[in-house]
Every structure is written in C-alpha cells, then in structure tokens.
C-alpha cells in the first residue's frame, strides 16, 4: 500500500454513532451508559460533592458519610435504579395514588444510604432557590401526578416533552424531595424514555443545565412562568442532537475508531484509557489535534465523556486484553486533569474491588500536580502520577503549562513524602530548538532525587487530517527536521515517531550520571514498576531472552484471545505462532499474550494498527469490552 492510500478511509464500516437514531431503539446497555453519563455530568453528589446549601436544615437529613462514599453510594443507586426503570417499562398504573408510590419508591432507592431513614418529602423552604413553598407543596404534588397518570395513558404524547416536563416539575421547580430531586428526576424521565424506545438526552454540563433552570418560583407570574417553562423545553429538546462530529465521522481504521468511542483505545505496554477525551490546555504540538476523531476536543474546551469512572471498572473487567498486573492509563488522549474527581472515584471504586489488586493506575497530566493528586497518591499505593515536560515550550507559545509550575508540583509531592519512583516524567519532545533547556531541566530532576526519567524525541502523526499541512507546521516549529523523514521506518499513522539518535541518548546520560534516562516505556515500566511486560514489538523480538514456556501452554493462551494456532514453534528467543489464513494477530493481541507468558510471541499474520474489522473480532471474544460503545453487535 502506498502512503497515500493509508491515509484514505476505509469503505467497509460498523456504523459508530454513539446515540442510535430515532427509529432505532437503544439496548438496555446504551440506556444504561447513558443515563450514569448524565449523572456524571450533572449530579454533584456524584461528583463527591455534598450540596447542603438549599436550605439550612438540609445537613440534618444527611448521613454521617463523607463525600466520597456519598459519591459511590448515589452512582451505585442510580445504576441500580435505572436497571430496575428499564425492567419496569412496560408497566402500567391504575390510579394517580400508584403512581406517586412507584415514584416514590424510586426517590427512596436513590437515597438509600445518603439520606436519613425516613426523610423523604422536602419540609423546609429554599432561600437559594425559586421552590414551591412547602406549605403548597401537598397541592403541587396531586396537580403533578394527576396530569403525570393522563398523559402517561395519551398515546400521542410527545416523549421528549413528557420527560422535560417532569423533569421541570420534580427537580428544578417542585423539588419534591428532601435530597436527590435531580438523579430521581432524571431516573424518571428516562424510564419515560424508555417506555417510548426513545434514546435519552445527552446532557452538556450542569452549568448549562441550571442556567436554563427556572428564577420565579412556579405559580407566582403566568407569564413569566410560561416563558421560563418554554425556555426550559427548547434547551432540553436540543439535548437530543447529535453533535455533528459524531454524525458524519468515518474511520480510517480500528484504531481510529477506538478512540474515538471507546473507554480504551489500544493495548500496548499500557491500556491507553480515559474518562473524557480531550483536553482544554491546546498544546500547538499536540498529537491529538492531528486526529480526526479528537481534533475538535484539543484546545476549544470541548471534552467528549467516553466512560463514568463505574463504566471504566465494567469495561475492564470484562476485557480479556486486561491482564490482573496491567497498567491503565488515564489522560492517555487528553489530560487527567481535566477530570480530578472522577479519577479520585475511580481508584476509590478499584480500592474495594479485589479484582483490581495489583493493577496500576497511571494518570497523565501536563498540567501541575494539584494538591487532590497529592492526597490520592498519599491513600491509594497502586495510583501513580505522570507528567510531560516540554522544555521551553510555555516562552514559545507552544503551551500555556508553564514548566516551572510542573516543576513546582513534582517538588510538593516529594515534600509530602511520595517515593519518586511513583511518578513518571517524561522530558520531551526534545529537539534543537529547546535541547539546552532539556538539559537544565534534566539536571534539575536529577538534583531533586529522580532516579528515573523518560526522554522522548519527536512523535508526530496524522489521521485523514491534511498530512502535509500539518507537516509543515511541526517542521516550522522545529519539532522535525526535513532529513529524518527519509528514515525507513514506516508507520500507518505516524511519520515520525519519538525520534531522538542513539548518540543523543548517550550524551544526554553522561550529564545526569545519577539518573538513568529511558528511552523507551517499557524499561521503565519493567524495571521501576515490575510490571510483565511482553517481549515483542511491532512483530519483532525486542527483548531477547530464553523461552520458558512449553508450546502447549502457548498454544493455549492463544487461544483465549479467540485466535487458533495452526502450529506453534518454539525458538531460542521467541514463539513463532502460525494462524490460518484470514486470522491476524493485532499488536494489541500480541502484546497482551507476550505481556502474560512474559516472552516474546511471532505471528505470521499481524497487523500493527486494528482495522474495522478486527475491532469486531475484539467485540465478539470480550477482547475489548464494546458492547456499550459500538452499535451493531
Ligand atoms: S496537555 Fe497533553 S493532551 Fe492537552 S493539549 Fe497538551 S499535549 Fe495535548
């Protein structure tokens, strides 16, 4: 294949868009996701915040709980609650009286735990926000349940108009309940959406959501009332747009794919995961604004929410690429940053999980360490802080992080006690242009106890973006000089990758004698981490070491990734695997099988970037979770 014909989309396709279409009816999965996104972007309680401001009885009625465990709890009975919606959907009422049970029942079950037993019906008034007064609260409530019993029974009613209604009426001008008025609001517009195989909304941000909430307290001013009420419904009725991204995105292959949808987007010495792709800060050298997939999420300050940190837990552990001593990464296509609660949540919910006992978590950021990653170093042992530095990158414009603030943030968490080997920094990309300044900073972490770091040399790549354009501009930056382009390493979506000559390397090390400079992930990984690692790379042996295993055995893990082996061959350094024709080992493949015997594994049939359809294949053995994220199953 020329490059030219790398870079073109590829004709067959799995229809990806994440929301199906009207006339297609959401699986209970997709409901699912859905719905714990929606929490995630508009409850606070399940962002670990405890909101007791509405009223200054509201602490009184709260469990003695921290805001942590209130997180989990409300996304734990959220889940529950929708699952039971979706079971329930079909179900019909007799009175009004059955009704106001069954939503009861749910307002209850999203509680559970949080609140104080017994507390239920809101009894105190807002001062902060326009609420029914209490005193009119009894009246409100029959008015609601009786238009909410008729229309329910109306077989043209509108879905979207029903569930914004309702959401209006419970959470943002009623708020019926003492607490979890929001989450039992949106757990019944939902089940109301459900009923109507209607997808649900696609909330934006919870700031856009209140700003469209109602100032008058319902009742007061007619006009004012309706106009409020119509300004609400045109904003939730344009919750169910697709962004036009997602509408008319083709991939150019797997990978892409991957990335763009999917909780983890590739399996190589790490799981390159995250919870939101995209990242605010913009960095003119970003990979990820050369992607198709992200390039509208880097730097416009739109992020696009690929997993809860809950779904992230359910995606790994039903991922047979997943091994129990992997590494996950998050911020792998974004920043960690942008999220530092949900990272929190995470590793709080893998804490519990035994499944989860000797992973390690790896989260990514350019921007300084903050005092929350501090204390989530501090309580969790497997979680591990990673940063880049780019030297001179801020007085060049390149960047708005500024390399002494990440400095200044790698120096707090040492002074807190954290054991340098539990952070990794990654010193690059490195090229004429700031060699000096990668020098003085090097120098620098030396000094302040680094006994490893990772250098990197340019990487920069392209997906069905204007290749040349964005050539140029990295050469115009001085990340790429013009002659390395001749270098015979090819890649599908690189031109260049991490290129610094092994001279550099050299030179580089005699300077800090104190600390040993990593070229590549995976030593650091194997030596500092202790983390399996495969020993093959790009269908090569990369480390060469005796082989151990017998040829049954290998067989046999083989085969767990649904691939089977006509023959396998054992060698001095390597198994040379054979597949029948049609069958392909993708480096995720390869690298999941030589990172569990811990050797190194040879195909015949590889393939270094996963086309469109080995993600099926990934889909149909659990390789990757995907059920959830691709339509099409
Ligand atoms: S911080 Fe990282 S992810 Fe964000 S724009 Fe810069 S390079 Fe990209």
């Not at 023959?567 to 198994?575: A, G, L, M, P, T």
Request: with cysteine; net charge neutral.
């Amino acid at each position: 294949m020329n490059e030219q014909e790398k870079f073109q989309p590829q004709i067959e396709s799995i229809e990806t868009s994440k929301i199906p279409s009207k006339d297609k009816i959401p699986s209970k999965e997709e409901y699912l996701k859905q719905a714990l996104e929606n929490l995630q972007i508009t409850s606070r309680t399940a962002r670990g915040v405890v909101d007791v401001s509405a009223s200054k009885d509201k602490n009184r009625e709260m469990q003695d709980i921290n805001e942590q465990e209130a997180a989990n709890r409300a996304t734990a009975n959220f889940k529950e609650v929708i699952e039971q919606l979706y079971k329930q959907r079909n179900r019909q009422f007799e009175n009004p009286e059955e009704l106001q049970t069954f939503v009861e029942d749910i307002a209850r079950h999203i509680n559970k735990a949080i609140t104080k037993e017994g507390i239920l019906i809101r009894t105190h008034d807002s001062d902060k926000y326009p609420y029914t007064k209490v005193k009119d609260l009894p009246k409100e409530m029959r008015q609601f349940y009786e238009e909410f019993f008729v229309r329910l029974q109306n077989p043209t009613e509108d879905p979207e108009k029903l569930a914004g209604w309702v959401e209006y009426r419970i959470n943002l001008t009623d708020h019926f309940f003492a607490d979890g008025c929001s989450k039992t609001a949106k757990a019944i517009s939902s089940w109301i959406l459900m009923r109507y195989g209607h997808r649900l909304p696609q909330y934006r941000s919870r700031e856009e959501l209140y700003q469209h909430a109602p100032t008058q307290i319902r009742g007061t001013n007619p006009e004012v009332n309706q106009k409020e009420f119509e300004l609400w419904m045109k904003y939730y009725k344009s919750l169910f747009k697709s962004p036009e991204s997602e509408k008319t995105l083709e991939y150019t292959n797997g990978e892409e794919m991957l990335l763009a949808l999917s909780p983890v987007f590739k399996r190589r010495y790490t799981h390159d995961g995250d919870l939101m792709l995209g990242c605010r800060y913009g960095c003119e050298f970003c990979y990820y604004r050369w992607i198709s997939a992200s390039k509208d999420y880097i730097g416009t300050g739109k992020l696009k929410r690929l997993a809860t940190p809950e779904q992230m837990v359910e995606f790994l552990k039903n991922s047979k690429l997943f091994l129990p001593k992997d590494i996950l990464i998050l911020g792998a296509r974004g920043d960690a940053s942008m999220y530092p609660q949900e990272v929190i949540q995470f590793l709080s919910l893998l804490e519990k999980d035994p499944y989860f006992k000797e992973n390690i978590i790896l989260a990514l950021h350019r921007g300084p360490a903050s005092e929350t990653m501090k204390k989530a170093l501090l309580k969790y042992p497997n979680f591990r802080f990673g940063t880049t530095i780019t030297p001179k990158a801020y007085e060049l414009k390149w960047t708005k992080i500024k390399e002494e603030a990440q400095i200044a943030g790698l120096k707090r968490l040492l002074e807190a006690g954290i054991d340098p080997d539990r952070i990794s920094i990654e010193i690059g990309p490195l090229n004429s242009e700031n060699i000096d300044e990668g020098i003085k900073t090097l120098k620098q972490l030396e000094k302040m106890g680094f006994k490893n770091v990772m250098v990197r040399g340019v990487a920069f790549g392209t997906f069905g973006v204007d290749r040349d354009k964005e050539l140029k501009k990295m050469v115009d930056l001085g990340f790429i000089d013009p002659s390395i382009l001749e270098s015979p390493e090819k890649h599908e979506y690189y031109v260049v990758k991490n290129f610094l000559t092994p001279d550099a390397y050299r030179k580089l090390q005699e300077i800090v004698p104190k600390m040993k400079i990593h070229r590549h992930t995976y030593t650091y990984y194997r030596e500092v981490w202790g983390v399996p690692i495969a020993l093959n790379r790009d269908n090569k042996v990369r480390i060469s070491e005796l082989t151990i295993h017998s040829e049954d055995k290998v067989r046999e893990t083989v085969e767990k990734y649904g691939l089977k082996p006509e023959k396998v061959s054992k060698r001095d350094d390597h198994y040379f695997i054979e597949l029948p024709s049609g069958q392909v080992a993708t480096e995720d493949i390869a690298m999941t099988i030589g990172a569990e015997l811990e050797s190194a594994v040879i195909f015949n049939n590889y393939r270094r970037t996963a086309s469109l359809e080995d993600v099926k294949f990934y889909q149909k053995h659990s390789l990757f979770y995907l059920d959830p994220y691709l339509k099409n199953k």
